[in-house]
């Protein structure tokens, strides 16, 4: 029988699923649960070592003679600190040592309580991941949980520290098997052409494979979700993600229904966005993508075909759809117009999208790269970084943000290197129009003022301190010359359009958009 703590049996199965067969184990109530399930699993060997000093270069030892991870199991306080030499030698040695700390409960630390410091990234830099474990009491904290272990334990060239908090009572053994746990694994950079044709085995042979890409986007794919979120004919079975973060969360919830999902990217990191990961590449995603596109153009594959029809009638919707004048109206005459611009030069210009509203907008209607802070997703450096990037290029930089990011970085524009190739949309709608569309926001008297930051504020003034050519428009005709203007016309210093709506009508717009689309379907 194994332990009833859950951390603890997600761990124990997950060594097992990675392999690890080695485990030196230190005396304690604390870690008494890690120790029991080690001892407990038939395909881990236990080593008992009384001093935790001793302990570690025991277990160093062992990954030296046999190249495997070996487990190193200390209960909670000075215990852990006592290995900080062997994992600092293991470090330089690239060694795979896995440290394994039992931990009392967040609440009791710096309280008094016997046993307890400050145990989560207690080993610095000598660590190549450091995790502290939740004890799940959800499946949200439950895959948590599994992610963590699984960040960990793929890393081969240098020592981890898992720590694992244990709330009392310790001693309970009840549950009768390990659960079958998710192991993710990682393919390395130097995979073998094996891999990849496996991969792209794998996506043909798959009933319904999917080819997701984050930033840069996948036009439409949020409207087409929202057609099919309930049709299950629609789920793949196989997703293979490459590029970065995805704007719709209603995309990412939607492909939480999937099987699982390859993920590839240049550092081997575990980016678990669907809750389904099973491998990571460690590669060029771009290289993969542009296999699959050759493979279907000689062997269409019904489900890709199902979704290129979903995904056809949407654009359709959207070409045909004809906002009032709003933000959106604006967006969809600005990307309307590449035509013009593709003519300024030999190539599109680089579009900046900044946050919230800006890049839901160009979800809709970019069909091109669009550069976008989606990292962390925050709104302070959108134009900065606009302003940055045409520092450095010739080539015409359009920068399409909303108010609040607007005056939130308008020091962008008090900078003396700035020329004329920077070009900037303003959609300035009084408030941050983002929290309208928050359902169930709109019951708080609180919203518009503290929460949407309303405002009355114009950007002339600023422009004006800082010699940018300014440009307003306050309906249809009005926007579409000044989009016009903004990128056609010729000037030794950046030009902006400033485009005032109003937010319940950009709302509305918004809104009738997806409700046109769904009446349709």
């Known amino acids: 029988?194994?332990?009833?703590?859950?951390?603890?049996?997600?761990?124990t199965a997950l060594l097992?699923?990675?392999?690890?067969?080695?485990?030196?184990?230190?005396?304690g109530s604390r870690n008494s649960a890690i120790v029991h399930n080690l001892n407990e699993c038939p395909h881990i060997q236990c080593y008992p070592v009384t001093d935790e000093r001793s302990a570690g270069f025991y277990a160093?030892?062992?990954?030296?003679?046999?190249?495997?991870?070996?487990?190193?199991?200390?209960?909670?306080?000075?215990?852990?600190?006592?290995?900080?030499?062997?994992?600092a030698e293991a470090y330089y040695q690239h060694r795979p040592l896995v440290v394994v700390s039992a931990d009392r409960p967040a609440q009791w630390i710096d309280q008094l309580d016997g046993q307890?410091?400050?145990?989560?990234?207690?080993?610095?830099?000598?660590?190549?991941?450091?995790?502290?474990?939740?004890?799940?009491?959800?499946?949200?904290?439950?895959?948590?949980?599994?992610?963590?272990?699984?960040?960990?334990?793929?890393?081969?060239?240098?020592?981890?520290?898992?720590?694992?908090?244990?709330?009392?009572?310790?001693?309970?053994?009840?549950?009768?098997?390990?659960?079958?746990?998710?192991?993710?694994?990682?393919?390395?950079?130097?995979?073998?052409?094996?891999?990849?044709?496996?991969?792209?085995?794998?996506?043909?042979?798959?009933k319904r494979p999917m080819l997701?890409?984050?930033?840069?986007?996948?036009?439409?794919?949020d409207e087409a979700v929202s057609l099919v979120q309930d049709d299950d004919r629609y789920v793949p079975d196989f997703v293979l993600y490459i590029g970065d973060s995805i704007v719709s969360k209603r995309v990412k919830h939607f492909l939480r229904k999937a099987k699982e999902t390859w993920a590839v990217n240049?550092?081997?990191?575990?980016?678990?966005?669907?809750?389904?990961?099973?491998?990571?590449?460690?590669?060029?995603?771009?290289?993969?993508?542009?296999?699959?596109?050759?493979?279907?153009?000689g062997q269409p594959h019904p489900f890709v075909q199902l979704w290129d029809e979903l995904l056809s009638k949407v654009r359709q919707h959207r070409d045909n759809y004809r906002p009032a004048y709003s933000q959106m109206s604006a967006v969809k005459?600005?990307?309307?117009?590449?035509?013009?611009?593709?003519?300024?030069?030999?190539?599109?210009?680089?579009?900046?999208?900044?946050?919230?509203?800006?890049?839901?907008?160009?979800?809709?209607?970019?069909?091109?790269?669009?550069?976008?802070?989606?990292?962390?997703?925050?709104?302070?450096?959108?134009?900065?970084?606009?302003?940055?990037?045409?520092?450095?290029?010739?080539?015409?930089?359009?920068?399409?943000?909303?108010?609040?990011?607007?005056?939130?970085?308008?020091?962008?524009?008090?900078?003396?290197n700035l020329r004329g190739n920077l070009r900037i949309l303003l959609l300035n709608n009084g408030k941050g129009g983002i929290f309208n569309m928050l359902r169930g926001l709109e019951q708080s008297p609180a919203r518009d003022q503290y929460i949407a930051a309303s405002h009355q504020t114009s950007a002339e003034g600023i422009c004006l301190q800082n010699h940018i050519t300014y440009l307003k428009a306050e309906n249809q005709e009005q926007m579409q010359q000044g989009i016009d203007t903004l990128i056609t016309t010729e000037s030794p210093r950046p030009v902006l359009l400033e485009v005032f709506t109003d937010a319940a009508e950009d709302e509305r717009i918004f809104r009738d958009y997806y409700a046109t689309l769904l009446a349709t379907s």
């Open 266 to 297: 240049w550092t081997g990191e575990v980016n678990d966005t669907f809750q389904n990961l099973t491998h990571v590449i460690q590669g060029d995603g771009e290289v993969l993508a542009d296999q699959i596109r050759f493979m279907l153009e």
């Open 16 to 27: 097992v699923a990675h392999g690890i067969r080695h485990a030196v184990v230190c005396p």
């Open 212 to 221: 997701i890409t984050g930033q840069p986007m996948n036009p439409n794919l």
């Open 333 to 416: 005459y600005l990307e309307g117009s590449n035509s013009q611009l593709s003519t300024l030069n030999s190539q599109l210009p680089s579009f900046h999208y900044a946050n919230s509203t800006s890049i839901r907008l160009a979800n809709i209607y970019a069909n091109h790269y669009c550069y976008c802070n989606r990292g962390v997703n925050g709104i302070e450096g959108s134009l900065s970084t606009a302003a940055g990037f045409s520092c450095v290029t010739e080539e015409r930089v359009i920068c399409v943000i909303g108010d609040l990011s607007f005056f939130y970085d308008q020091n962008a524009l008090w900078n003396q």
């Open 1 to 11: 029988m194994y332990s009833s703590k859950e951390n603890v049996n997600i761990l």
């Open 60 to 87: 160093l030892g062992m990954t030296q003679a046999t190249g495997e991870p070996v487990v190193v199991c200390v209960t909670s306080g000075t215990a852990l600190l006592n290995l900080y030499p062997a994992v």
């Open 116 to 206: 307890t410091l400050p145990q989560p990234d207690a080993l610095g830099r000598f660590v190549g991941k450091a995790v502290s474990l939740p004890e799940p009491h959800d499946a949200e904290s439950r895959w948590y949980c599994n992610r963590l272990v699984n960040e960990a334990l793929i890393i081969r060239h240098a020592p981890v520290h898992i720590n694992v908090p244990i709330s009392e009572p310790l001693f309970e053994y009840s549950v009768p098997a390990l659960p079958d746990e998710r192991k993710i694994e990682l393919l390395p950079a130097d995979m073998p052409g094996t891999t990849l044709s496996h991969v792209l085995r794998m996506f043909m042979q798959s």
